[in-house]
């Protein structure tokens, strides 16, 4: 196989799936037609260049740093692509069933999608519920789908033979403090011990270099550690704008809660782009010129109605897309898509491929968790939208996003589970314990595989997070408490997008000199700021 033929090929796939994903999403095209674009490069994804890829890096000396990276990361996408081809046709008979389902709800007919929006929508708690229950059965129709896609994904990850774990050899720095070789080698035997045979998640930890057991003690230290700041914030929140108890809240409310906000005029529809601009005007990025970020702000029927970023062609073709209702989620969203957009946007032309399309995802969402952070700033919100008198609104703000981040907390620790035994019998009872526990909002077991993505993209998230929270302070202290209307930070920023998805969250993270990551200014932040 020939490494560099492979990498052609590799960038020639990214660039027609985001167009197709793009032109899709956009409302531009009816059909997401992805068929013809798998079809043509089959090749890439085949258990023939995932042996060749692995051949190539296992014969690549620990010396050539680079060119050991390169190589995980087209091996990363390989065992993606192989993945999802080996349950293609499920993965669209379940969005076929989403797309085409309808549901006869208080005189009206509604699609799946449109359940979604009046659930957060609806004031009357009752209806809400209603409504909840209703959709809820409509997941439930297709769950045997989804029961079988994921254990054909778990079958298909044991066809694959074992990926050598970054974090096993010195290429990579670990995340703990002090990995002493001793340690290192106890951690190995725990690993081994928990997977004696391949599966799902040991193949994911091995990919992404990672140390699953470590990120599930720190997800459960995070929901211990904010467990009193969160039940006094949410009980007082719930009493306040629901008017409910806190033992009385379902997972129906906590989309309203979450959805709702009395501030909601101070995010005009008409302002959105023009905060954008000024926001990173302030870092001296004049986005008016900036050619290769093209922003779509064109309303059309069949537009998805929440903003995203499609690296076309990484940096010269990078759609952000948005279509403005106004409020704050839709601030919140730009704002993390444009995080996005300009770390693509900035990213090295002379960068391999798969250094732009290719990475560890808490990287490129650290980025977008700067940006959507903004609205969760006294100063930022004060300068930008003249909202001065924001100390409840940002109290608000971060109540939503611990909800969230726990959230995700326990979605990780369910995930591991889920995919280290693929025990499906009793998965539903763990989700729903698992987040009713971690939220506090009494969820029940008919989202357990629909609240669900591939790859442990919960990690990645997570991971995120916490970085957001040590680079922000670091950029804070370096810049001002006002860094973003600081043209040195973003001189600083475009320094780091430039090498784009070259470096994981972590090796990023100690190259600036403020790893590894923790949790604990994550969770810090919460408790000072919600107290
Ligand atoms: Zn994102």
């Not at 209806?127 to 045997?144: C, E, G, H």
């Not at 969402?365 to 001065?388: C, K």
């Not at 990780?412 to 506090?440: V, W």
């Amino acid at each position: 196989m020939k490494v560099e033929q492979y990498r052609e090929e590799y960038a020639s796939f990214n660039e027609g799936f985001l167009r197709e994903f793009y032109l899709h999403y956009s409302g531009q095209k009816p059909a997401l037609d992805l068929g013809p674009i798998y079809e043509r490069h089959r090749g890439l994804f085949s258990l023939e260049s995932i042996a060749g890829l692995r051949q190539h890096l296992s014969e690549t000396s620990e010396h050539f740093e680079t060119t050991r990276a390169s190589l995980r990361h087209l091996l990363t996408f390989a065992i993606n692509n192989f993945l999802e081809a080996q349950v293609e046709s499920l993965t669209e008979q379940v969005s076929g069933q989403e797309a085409s389902a309808t549901v006869e709800w208080d005189g009206r007919v509604m699609t799946f999608q449109e359940t979604a929006i009046a659930v957060a929508n609806q004031a009357d708690r009752a209806l809400r519920n209603d409504l909840f229950q209703t959709r809820a059965s409509m997941i439930r129709a297709s769950n045997d789908l989804r029961a079988e896609r994921l254990s054909k994904l778990h079958e298909a990850s044991r066809s694959i033979g074992p990926i050598e774990s970054p974090i096993d050899s010195a290429a990579a720095p670990r995340t703990d403090n002090s990995a002493g070789a001793g340690r290192q080698q106890d951690a190995e035997l725990h690993r081994e011990a928990q997977f004696s045979g391949r599966n799902y998640a040991s193949l994911y930890q091995d990919l992404l270099g990672l140390d699953f057991q470590q990120i599930e003690r720190r997800c459960r230290e995070l929901l211990a550690r904010t467990e009193a700041v969160y039940v006094a914030s949410l009980s007082e929140a719930l009493r306040q704008d629901v008017g409910i108890r806190l033992d009385q809240a379902r997972r129906s409310d906590a989309v309203y809660f979450l959805h709702h906000s009395p501030h909601g005029s101070r995010f005009p529809a008409q302002g959105l782009l023009g905060v954008y601009r000024a926001t990173m005007g302030g870092l001296g990025i004049k986005t008016e010129t900036q050619g290769n970020i093209l922003i779509d702000d064109e309303p059309r029927p069949r537009k998805n109605p929440r903003a995203f970023c499609a690296p076309i062609r990484i940096p010269c073709e990078i759609r952000l897309v948005i279509r403005p209702f106004g409020g704050q989620s839709d601030y919140l969203a730009l704002l993390h898509e444009a995080g996005h957009a300009q770390h693509y946007g900035w990213t090295s032309s002379s960068l391999p491929a798969e250094f732009k399309y290719t990475g560890d995802a808490a990287l490129t969402e650290t980025y977008a968790f700067l940006f959507n952070h903004l609205p969760g700033d006294p100063a930022w919100l004060s300068a930008m939208l003249g909202f001065q008198d924001n100390a409840d609104f940002v109290k608000a703000t971060m109540l939503a996003k611990l909800v969230t981040v726990r959230r995700y907390a326990a979605k990780f620790i369910y995930e591991l589970g889920l995919h280290s035994n693929g025990d499906l019998e009793n998965a539903p009872s763990l989700y729903a314990d698992l987040q009713t526990d971690a939220t506090k909002f009494k969820t029940g077991e008919a989202e357990f595989l629909f609240d669900l993505d591939d790859g442990f993209y919960s990690a990645g998230y997570l991971r995120a997070w916490a970085l957001e929270v040590q680079l922000r302070e670091h950029i804070k202290s370096r810049f001002g408490w006002n860094w973003w209307a600081s043209r040195k930070a973003g001189n600083f920023l475009k320094e780091i997008w430039e090498t784009g998805e070259r470096f994981t969250a972590d090796e990023m993270a100690s190259m600036i000199g403020i790893g590894p990551i923790t949790f604990d200014c994550l969770i810090d932040e919460f408790i000072n700021l919600l107290n």
